[in-house]
């Protein structure tokens, strides 16, 4: 009797062939370091805001021409972009779309939608991403500098609340987009405005999507803790999934009538310290 072959493991995210680790490493150089120039911007900023001393004031403004300065070396805003569209490239497993897809499709047996589906892609790079599933996703593509005539060039965070039912959507996709936000409170802002872009019904979804590290290796985060941060704004988790040492993590969130408790989330609580440790955290107000 000749042996029974083994069904090969197919991964959550379809992979082709890979590119090298050099173009890996410094494509997430770049985006580690657009991160952290931002962070750095945001800060003084706001010192710059409550600063009283001209002297201070002047040194200030100093360092944030100096950071501005690096930003332009760096190419800026478009720079980023490229950097962020190669890794999140189907090559590198990073194309989100792909996890998404294959979680409503999952649920379209369970779930009463009217179809298509309303989406809104919050940070898109590409407008392809949902094209195969035309016929029953209605998507909406945005971005803060649009690189299509597709994609519409729009701060999410500047948009107004809707006030009407065709204003809102089935699905938002959230993907690589909260960890890109420098301030804590503005991503806590900007899931607020999600659910506010909702439809207000139990089959409204919310799809996430951040870098592993952001839940993994914070101070301030855990996924038991973003988990329940989402939770506690009027979702209810659908999926999850992520690998101990993988380089992004997804969840889907349903639309819940029910908020809870915010106050654990105003500030920063340590909950994993160590020097190696990031400082990515949401806070709510």
Sequence with gaps: MGRTKRARKVPLVATEKPVSSTSHRVTQSTIS???TLLKRRKRIERQLASSASSERHETLEKELAEINGQLTEMGGLEAYQQASSLGQSSQRGGDSSHVLIKWLKGLRTLTTWVLPLRMLEIGALT?????????????????LRSRHPSIIQ????????PQTDEQRFDV??????????????????????CRAHLLPRPSSMLFIVLPFPCVNNSRYTTTE????????LGFKLEQEHWRPHGKVAYWLFRWDVATRDISQFRRKRILNDGATRNNFTILIE
Aim: glycine share 2%; net charge positive.
């Design 225 to 232: 803790s973003f988990k329940q941060l989402v939770t506690s």
């Design 172 to 193: 938002i996709s959230c993907s690589l987009v909260l960890n890109f936000v420098p301030d804590p409170r503005e991503r806590g802002r900007m899931l607020r405005l």
């Design 33 to 35: 370091r657009f991160h």
């Design 154 to 161: 729009e701060d999410f965070l500047l948009r107004s609340e």
């Design 127 to 143: 407008p392809n991403n949902y094209a195969s599933c035309s016929k029953w996703i209605q998507n909406h593509p945005i971005d």
